[in-house]
């Protein structure tokens, strides 16, 4: 009997046995199964009784390696040679069952996954999986595609793809001939010339997508490039994990952000924002009140213009020590006086402390002012509200129309192509990769863009913009700045063939947890191929050493206040001279006839204290004062409450 005749005969009894089911007696093909193991010197048993560790109970029988001296990890594992006739999966058997597929009401609906063994020239499965066990180590992988023929399409993008001399390498490159050395034998790597085929090219207008579509029918097993992973692409094919991310930007003209005095006047504040220096501003000033409130207090209360005099003049006194020991850095009130004052005195230590740290630990970098260049543009919705043109890759295109609606956007066929296309005053932006940006910043771009200009010819100078911009200015791609945040991340990846996805997978995962992409990245060759951009550094000083011109705000702010102090200084000796003069002239003014002088009444107060101190008992005190006269004035007892008055004089 055949083996599709005993198929079709047993498939309503094996039915109800469960999906890929270990081969048992009632098999038709159980009697034959046997009879070559034995022949083979394995023994009937051999696979045969249902799910155990057949090569771990004697390791001198084995189809796997296990009667060899190294330890193998699937030697411990349970398996058993499988009933083929009921194991494939089948849509038509599944539905004829009355059920659906992937349902366990059917062996049909479901499978597990198998792997022949050839005895006696005789090719049988047999299934770890069935036994609920799966091959972890290397042999696996190396069974499905050691000493397998690759065939692969590969193009060049440096740095990660380069082509030297006819070969390929690069990092990407070298990373996947690196990794199938993980395999035993080592796969054939076969390089399929002239990347994606003309019949794929025709369907799809990227050549990276067409490549993808060759994988997908069968032309090759893999495409080896620096290509996006996007969802046509990824409906299309099987892909392998990302190797990298490529991080898109926005990129604009920069203008040059011109350092004036100004910015240099502004720089000792820039540490904290407007509001938080008003914040400090208020606390000080709240904090001069209440001192002032509370020496208020400590002293009494007249009632006359003099009290109120004196308390102005306090109150800016109060103001001053407060902003004087904020800026030195410590406290100096009085502390005897209470617990208040106490408290007082340590929240205010407390905010000092807090403040100035914050203020001084980025003091230094921020004074360093330099002539910065920053784009015409800011951002990306900048760019959405002036309506302004960005170039963006056509196979992104979908992507960013459906994140930036209103943006209005120009379909660039390569990325590398963008640049151009500003240059042509086709767009006033761009959104490229960092790689990209480097290549652009390094020089790379222009010139293949010469290249194609002036040696191959393919495309016009309007066109590839190699000398000049559509202004007639000399092409300077230095002129290009990125700005914002990044606006999208593609991982990189090469399509597969199914057959090889699950153990290039295993090899390709494995390579990049254990470091695999760095080493050949690091190496001589390759790190030298990475772009190095040679646009000039704005100017500035980079070594954090503040210049004098850095500081020249805090010196004109200094100076500033200094020359008010001296103002006042040359007013007050100008003042004191003419009073001097007027008093040996023996002239007094009219005002000063009626008003004792703010400044003078304390001091004469307490001169006639003393006077009142030395007169004889008896004579009464009041109107002994009213009788003195002070220079050129007299002392007008009834204006205040003397002993109230006294008592602020002490103070």
């Known amino acids: 009997m055949t083996r599709a005749a005993a198929f079709l005969a047993l498939w309503p009894l094996a039915a109800a046995t469960g999906e890929c089911p270990c081969i048992t007696s009632s098999s038709a093909l159980y009697s034959q199964l046997r009879a070559e193991l034995t022949a083979e010197g394995l023994g009937a048993d051999y696979g045969t009784e249902g799910c155990r560790a057949y090569d771990n109970e004697n390791r001198s029988r084995s189809l796997f390696g296990c009667n060899g001296t190294a330890q193998v990890s699937q030697c411990e594992n349970p398996w058993c040679f499988v009933d083929m006739t009921v194991c494939p999966f089948s849509l038509d058997r599944c539905a004829a069952a009355g059920a659906a597929p992937g349902s366990d009401d059917s062996p049909h609906c479901r499978t597990r996954r198998t792997e022949d063994k050839t005895i006696l020239n005789t090719s049988w499965s047999y299934s770890y999986e069935t036994c609920g066990s799966v091959n972890i180590d290397s042999i696996r992988h190396s069974v499905a595609i050691g000493g397998y023929v690759i065939k692969i399409a590969a193009t060049a993008w440096a740095p990660w793809v380069v082509e030297r001399g006819g070969e390929f390498g690069g990092p990407s490159y070298d990373f996947f001939t690196q990794s199938l050395k993980l395999f035993d034998p080592i796969p054939t790597v076969r390089l ?128 001053f020590v407060v902003w004087h020991d904020f800026l030195l850095g410590q406290s100096s009130h009085d502390v005897e006086n209470g617990p208040a004052r106490k408290l007082i005195s340590v929240a205010f230590s407390f905010f000092i402390l807090i403040i100035l740290a914050s203020y001084t630990a980025s ?237 003078n009444v304390f001091l004469e107060t307490a001169k006639a204290e003393e006077r009142l101190a030395a007169q004889p008992d008896g004579i009464p005190k009041a109107r002994s004062l009213e009788s003195e006269e002070l220079p050129n004035q007299k002392v007008q007892a009834a204006a205040f409450d003397l002993d109230d008055c006294l008592q602020m004089s002490r103070i």
Not at 427 to 452: F, R
Not at 536 to 562: H, M, Q, R, Y
Request: net charge negative; proline share 4%.
């Open 192 to 319: 399929i010339p002239g990347w994606a085929t003309e019949q794929s090219r025709r369907k799809f207008a990227s050549s990276y997508t067409a490549c993808v579509h060759d994988v997908a029918v069968g032309n090759f097993d893999l495409c080896i490039a620096d290509l996006w992973l996007t969802p046509e692409r990824n409906s299309v094919a099987n892909f392998l994990p990302p190797l990298r991310q490529d991080f898109f930007y926005l990129v604009v003209p920069k203008t040059i952000e011109e350092v004036t005095f100004w910015s240099y006047l502004a720089s000792p504040f820039r540490p904290f924002s407007v509001d938080a220096w008003l914040g400090v501003v208020a606390f000080l000033c709240g904090m001069s009140l209440l001192l002032w409130l509370m020496q208020l207090s400590d002293a009494g209360f007249c009632s006359r213009r003099q009290k109120f005099s004196w308390s102005l003049a306090e109150f800016g006194n109060s103001l």
């Open 363 to 599: 003091l230094a970098s921020i004074l360093v002012v330099k002539r910065g260049a920053v784009g015409e543009i800011s951002s990306i919705d900048e760019a959405i509200e002036k309506g302004v043109s960005i170039c963006v890759p056509s196979v992104l295109g979908p992507t960013f129309t459906n994140l930036y609606s209103r943006a209005s956007f120009v379909l660039v066929g390569s990325q590398e192509h963008s640049p151009r296309r500003m240059h042509a005053g086709d767009c006033k932006a761009m959104v490229v990769s960092q790689d990209v940006i480097d290549s652009l910043h390094a020089g790379y771009i222009k010139e293949q863009d010469c290249n194609e200009v002036q040696v191959t010819q393919t495309v016009t100078e309007d066109e590839g913009r190699c000398e000049t911009d559509y202004l007639g200015r000399t092409r300077d791609d230095c002129n290009f700045i990125r700005v914002g945040e990044m606006l999208w991340s593609v991982p990189l990846s090469f399509p597969v063939s199914e057959k090889l996805l699950h153990s290039l997978s295993w090899a390709f995962t494995t390579g990049l947890t254990d470091g695999l992409l760095e080493e050949v990245k690091g190496n001589k060759l390759n790190k030298d191929g990475f772009p190095v951009p040679n646009c000039a550094a704005e100017e500035g000083n980079d070594d954090g050493v503040l210049s004098l011109e850095d500081l020249s705000g805090t010196f004109f702010i200094s100076v500033f206040i200094a020359a008010a102090g001296l103002v006042c200084f040359v007013f007050e000796t100008l003042r004191k001279g003419r009073s001097s003069a007027e008093e040996g002239l023996g002239v007094v003014d009219p005002q000063e006839s009626q008003d004792i002088p703010k400044a």
